[in-house]
Each structure stands twice: as structure tokens, then as C-alpha cells.
């Protein structure tokens, strides 16, 4: 008898087929036979360390240059397309929110995801965001046409609103699979130092941004600082995807704890018989919704933010209204704060790593107060234009590190290394949560009770912050 074969047979075969595929290239490789020489496993060992080091170094740099150009770009973008600072605020604020929101989201994917394809596609899509927000200004212009009654430029800020904030999401998903990558690839006796060491990314990725983003701008064109970052983070997402691996495991290799720290028992997370969903709900529960450290140090992240982005973006007008600097004077001063602040992640890290053996919450408490005397220091100084910068300069330094390690070396080694990528997108949550209130709450504080309450806004929240890391105090990772 003659089997008949129709259009809608070959749909539903194809259909799994497809999805199957796709499934399969995000998803986590599995674990392979060991490699048993081990002068080999020595040798493959220190050669992927270093690779998965730099290549996530140079990763986290370029998705800055994707992230920060557009602090370069509002001045241009505001006379060209004659946007008021409310509406470019508003841009601003979507990457938060997307930002917030995605990096939770994308940590649950990122713990079952293969960092070499989900990390590079990430950046590849925060490209194509990009380039979909510069290439926007070119067919809708404002003033030119209405569309349903709404004005040209109205209907560009929303569009220019949606790509950004798809770039947020796609940007989002960076910290969670690095964080994923420096828990499998570093034990804990050496994370601090390592993950101090990545940390400093982020400064030389917005250095290098707002440097490459204003040449750009300079020359070609606002659009330029979208483009040209862009085209390089394509390349980039290319060589990333070359060089990433997920875990040891997956290359024959043992892990990190068994080969550094033998003499540690490796606990298990559950009972499970296999790494399944069930599984991996039941140790999220355990180590992230039902976690009292967690959540405080979800608390804690949002202060840290609140005092991070509220002297990152204001202390410049600060200094000029407050104490009637210059504006190239003051940008000087603000320009100590992430120079010191490198110094201050790295020095986080190592001490931790050092002195206190794997406990990070003395190094928080420690310079947690140390930002509370640097504010009061700003503040009070009248006398000596020197001691401004020393005191911004201490503001960076003292507030990298817990910025560095509270949300997320603490986080992962409060958790589950089988959920590092998940603790660490929860408590980042929570910061982009602070620096949503940072930007509106040191407006309202200004407003309402002048730069002195901006001041005591930054120093209460260190105070708060210091006071949620005090119980934490004899808190050792995993």
C-alpha cells in the first residue's frame, strides 16, 4: 500500500527537527571522559585559563563600547533631533529597566546555556541593536511628517526608545555568563583576585567608549558611535565564539575545586539523580529564593548603586554649582574617581583573596566606611582644591570594591556554582534598581533640600549598605 506523504507531515517532522537544532546550540555540552595524564592536565589547564581570561576581558570591553557610546552621543542627538533632556533621560532609563530586569532572566538561561555560544550572540544582537538605533534618525525625521496624528519626532524617540532597550536586554546577558565562566574556571582561594582583575572591564571599556564614541562624533557624525562599535563587536562575537569554552568538564578537564583544592569536599546542591530542570529548580529555591544571604545581598546591591551612579553622574555639577569649579576643572576631579576606582577593585579582590582567606564582607565593611569619610571629606573640604581629588578619588576606590564583590563574587559564593550565573543576574537586578532611584532620587533630594542633601542621600545609603554587610562579617565562600 502506497504511503502518501503531505505538506503537513513534513511540517510537523521538520518543525522538532529545527527547534531540536537550535535548543541544541544554546544548550550546555556535556560533560566528557577525563583526561588522566596529569602533566597533560597541567598544561591544558593553564592554556585555558588564560584564554577564557582574556577572551572574556576583551568581551565585557567591546559590550561597553556598545553601552556607553550613547553618553557621548546625547549632546549631538539632542540638537540634530531636537530632543529635551527629559526625552533623552528616558533612553537612559529603558537600558536600566531592560538592563534590571534581563540580567535576572538571563542568568536562569545562562546556568543552562554554553557560555562559547550564548556570550557571543549576546554581543552580536547588542550590534545589530545598535545599528538599528542609528540607522532609525535616517528614515524617520523629525518635523518632516505625522503618522496617526503623532509627530515625526515622537514616534522616532519611541523607536529609538524600543532599540535601546533591546540593547539593554542583549547587553544583559554578558555579566551572568562571565560570572558563569570565573566560577568554573577559578577556585575560590584565587577568585577574588581574578574576578578584581576582570572587574576592571568596565573602566576600560567606558574609557575607551567615551574616547573612540567623541573622535567618532567629532568627524563623522553621532551616528558614527553606533556604527563603528558595532561593526567591531560582530567581529569580536567571531572570536569569542573561537575561543570560549563552557566548563572544565566539557573539554576532559576536572573541576576547578578538585584540581586546586583536592583536600575540599565538594557538596552536592541535591539529591537528584541526574542535572535535570527539577533538579536545578530545587537548588535555585534553596540557594536563591529561600537564601537569607542572598537577599541581603540583593538589598545591599541597591545602595551600592545608589552611591556608585548618583557620584558618577552628578558630582561634576556638584563641583560647579556647589563649590563654583570650572567645567574642565571639575571634569578633572570626576575623572580621579574610576582611575582610583580600578586600584580599588583590584585591591577589593586581593586582600580578600589574601589577608582574609576567602571572606569577602570585612573588605565590604571595611570600605564601606571608607566611602562614608570620603564623602564627608568632599563635602567639608573648603580650603585645599588638592584634597577634592583625593576625596573623589577615594569615593572610587572605596566604592569599586563592594561594587565588585557584593553582587557578584558574594553572591556566586553564597549560592551554587550551578547557579552562579542566576545569584549573580538576581542581586544585578536589584542594582540597576538603585541606579534607577540614584538618578531619579538625587534630582528630588537636590530640588528639595539643595546639594547638602545629596550628600547625606550618597551617605545614608552607605551607612544602610554597611549595616546589611556587618552580619555577613564571618561569611566564607564555597
Given at each position: 500500500?502506497?504511503?502518501?506523504?503531505?505538506?503537513?507531515?513534513?511540517t510537523?517532522?521538520?518543525?522538532?527537527?529545527?527547534?531540536?537544532?537550535?535548543?541544541?546550540?544554546?544548550?550546555?555540552?556535556?560533560?566528557?571522559?577525563?583526561?588522566?595524564?596529569?602533566?597533560?592536565v597541567?598544561?591544558?589547564y593553564?592554556?585555558?585559563?588564560?584564554?577564557?581570561?582574556?577572551?572574556?576581558?576583551?568581551g565585557?570591553?567591546?559590550?561597553?563600547?556598545?553601552?556607553?557610546?550613547?553618553?557621548?552621543?546625547?549632546?549631538?542627538?539632542?540638537?540634530?533631533?531636537?530632543?529635551?533632556?527629559?526625552?533623552?533621560?528616558m533612553?537612559?532609563?529603558t537600558?536600566?529597566?531592560?538592563?534590571?530586569?534581563?540580567?535576572?532572566?538571563n542568568g536562569?538561561?545562562?546556568?543552562?546555556?554554553?557560555?562559547?555560544?550564548?556570550?557571543?550572540v549576546?554581543?552580536?544582537?547588542?550590534?545589530?541593536?545598535?545599528?538599528?538605533f542609528?540607522?532609525?534618525?535616517i528614515?524617520?525625521?523629525?518635523?518632516q511628517?505625522?503618522?496617526?496624528?503623532?509627530?515625526?519626532a515622537?514616534?522616532?524617540?519611541?523607536?529609538?526608545?524600543?532599540?535601546?532597550g533591546?540593547?539593554?536586554?542583549?547587553?544583559?546577558?554578558?555579566?551572568?555568563?562571565?560570572?558563569?565562566s570565573?566560577?568554573?574556571?577559578?577556585?575560590?582561594?584565587?577568585?577574588g583576585?581574578?574576578?578584581?582583575?576582570?572587574?576592571?572591564?568596565?573602566?576600560?571599556?567606558?574609557?575607551i567608549?567615551?574616547?573612540?564614541?567623541?573622535?567618532?562624533?567629532?568627524?563623522?557624525?553621532?551616528q558614527?558611535?553606533?556604527y563603528?562599535?558595532?561593526?567591531?563587536?560582530?567581529?569580536?562575537?567571531?572570536?569569542?565564539?573561537?575561543r570560549?569554552?563552557?566548563?572544565?568538564?566539557?573539554?576532559g578537564?576536572?573541576d576547578?575545586?578538585?584540581?586546586?583544592?583536592?583536600h575540599?569536599?565538594?557538596?552536592?546542591?541535591c539529591?537528584?539523580?541526574s542535572?535535570?530542570?527539577?533538579?536545578?529548580?530545587?537548588?535555585?529555591?534553596?540557594?536563591i529564593?529561600?537564601?537569607?544571604?542572598?537577599?541581603?545581598?540583593?538589598?545591599?546591591y541597591?545602595?551600592v548603586?545608589?552611591?556608585?551612579?548618583?557620584t558618577?553622574?552628578?558630582?561634576?555639577?556638584?563641583?560647579?554649582?556647589?563649590?563654583?569649579?570650572?567645567l574642565?576643572?571639575?571634569?578633572?576631579?570626576?575623572s580621579?574617581?574610576?582611575?582610583?576606582?580600578?586600584?580599588?577593585?583590584?585591591?577589593?579582590?586581593?586582600f580578600s583573596?589574601?589577608?582574609?582567606?576567602?571572606q569577602?564582607?570585612?573588605?565590604?565593611?571595611?570600605?564601606?566606611?571608607?566611602?562614608?569619610?570620603?564623602?564627608?571629606?568632599?563635602?567639608?573640604?573648603t580650603?585645599?582644591?588638592?584634597?577634592?581629588?583625593?576625596?573623589?578619588?577615594?569615593?572610587?576606590?572605596?566604592?569599586?570594591?563592594?561594587q565588585?564583590?557584593?553582587?557578584?563574587?558574594?553572591?556566586?559564593?553564597?549560592?551554587?556554582?550551578?547557579?552562579?550565573?542566576?545569584?549573580?543576574?538576581?542581586?544585578?537586578?536589584f542594582?540597576?534598581?538603585?541606579?534607577?532611584?540614584?538618578?531619579?532620587?538625587t534630582?528630588v533630594?537636590?530640588?528639595?533640600?539643595?546639594?547638602?542633601?545629596?550628600?547625606?542621600?550618597?551617605?545614608?545609603?552607605?551607612?544602610?549598605?554597611?549595616?546589611?554587610?556587618?552580619?555577613m562579617?564571618?561569611n566564607?565562600?564555597?
Amino acid at each position: 500500500m502506497e504511503t502518501r506523504i503531505t505538506s503537513e507531515h513534513l511540517t510537523q517532522d521538520k518543525k522538532p527537527f529545527q527547534f531540536n537544532k537550535f535548543a541544541t546550540f544554546f544548550s550546555a555540552p556535556a560533560d566528557v571522559l577525563p583526561i588522566q595524564d596529569i602533566n597533560k592536565v597541567k598544561n591544558i589547564y593553564a592554556q585555558w585559563r588564560l584564554r577564557i581570561f582574556y577572551s572574556i576581558f576583551i568581551g565585557y570591553v567591546v559590550f561597553y563600547l556598545c553601552k556607553k557610546n550613547i553618553c557621548a552621543a546625547m549632546p549631538q542627538m539632542s540638537t540634530e533631533l531636537g530632543f529635551t533632556n527629559t526625552e533623552l533621560g528616558m533612553l537612559g532609563s529603558t537600558l536600566y529597566l531592560t538592563y534590571g530586569i534581563g540580567k535576572f532572566v538571563n542568568g536562569i538561561i545562562a546556568d543552562r546555556a554554553n557560555v562559547k555560544t550564548f556570550l557571543p550572540v549576546a554581543l552580536f544582537l547588542s550590534a545589530i541593536a545598535n545599528i538599528c538605533f542609528a540607522v532609525s534618525s535616517i528614515f524617520i525625521t523629525p518635523g518632516q511628517f505625522t503618522f496617526f496624528g503623532l509627530p515625526s519626532a515622537t514616534i522616532l524617540l519611541w523607536v529609538l526608545v524600543f532599540f535601546w532597550g533591546c540593547n539593554g536586554w542583549f547587553q544583559s546577558a554578558g555579566f551572568p555568563n562571565i560570572a558563569k565562566s570565573l566560577t568554573y574556571w577559578y577556585s575560590n582561594n584565587e577568585r577574588g583576585t581574578k574576578w578584581a582583575l576582570w572587574s576592571t572591564s568596565h573602566q576600560t571599556g567606558t574609557f575607551i567608549s567615551i574616547l573612540l564614541s567623541g573622535f567618532l562624533i567629532a568627524h563623522l557624525g553621532w551616528q558614527a558611535a553606533f556604527y563603528i562599535p558595532a561593526i567591531l563587536s560582530v567581529f569580536v562575537s567571531f572570536f569569542l565564539f573561537e575561543r570560549l569554552r563552557d566548563k572544565p568538564t566539557t573539554i576532559g578537564l576536572p573541576d576547578i575545586e578538585e584540581y586546586r583544592e583536592p583536600h575540599m569536599a565538594v557538596k552536592k546542591d541535591c539529591n537528584c539523580p541526574s542535572d535535570d530542570d527539577e533538579c536545578y529548580l530545587e537548588i535555585f529555591k534553596k540557594h536563591i529564593l529561600f537564601n537569607k544571604t542572598i537577599w541581603m545581598l540583593a538589598l545591599a546591591y541597591i545602595f551600592v548603586y545608589i552611591i556608585r551612579f548618583g557620584t558618577e553622574d552628578w558630582i561634576i555639577k556638584y563641583l560647579v554649582e556647589a563649590k563654583n569649579n570650572s567645567l574642565s576643572t571639575a571634569a578633572m576631579k570626576l575623572s580621579f574617581l574610576p582611575l582610583f576606582g580600578i586600584a580599588g577593585t583590584i585591591a577589593a579582590g586581593y586582600f580578600s583573596d589574601k589577608i582574609f582567606k576567602g571572606q569577602r564582607a570585612p573588605i565590604n565593611v571595611i570600605f564601606l566606611v571608607g566611602v562614608i569619610l570620603a564623602i564627608l571629606g568632599l563635602k567639608f573640604n573648603t580650603s585645599l582644591e588638592v584634597l577634592d581629588y583625593t576625596f573623589i578619588g577615594l569615593i572610587g576606590f572605596f566604592t569599586y570594591g563592594p561594587q565588585m564583590l557584593i553582587g557578584g563574587l558574594c553572591a556566586v559564593e553564597s549560592s551554587s556554582k550551578k547557579v552562579a550565573s542566576a545569584a549573580t543576574g538576581f542581586t544585578g537586578s536589584f542594582g540597576y534598581l538603585g541606579a534607577m532611584i540614584s538618578g531619579v532620587g538625587t534630582g528630588v533630594v537636590i530640588d528639595k533640600f539643595s546639594w547638602d542633601g545629596a550628600i547625606y542621600f550618597w551617605m545614608i545609603s552607605a551607612v544602610l549598605c554597611l549595616l546589611l554587610c556587618i552580619p555577613m562579617w564571618n561569611n566564607k565562600g564555597k
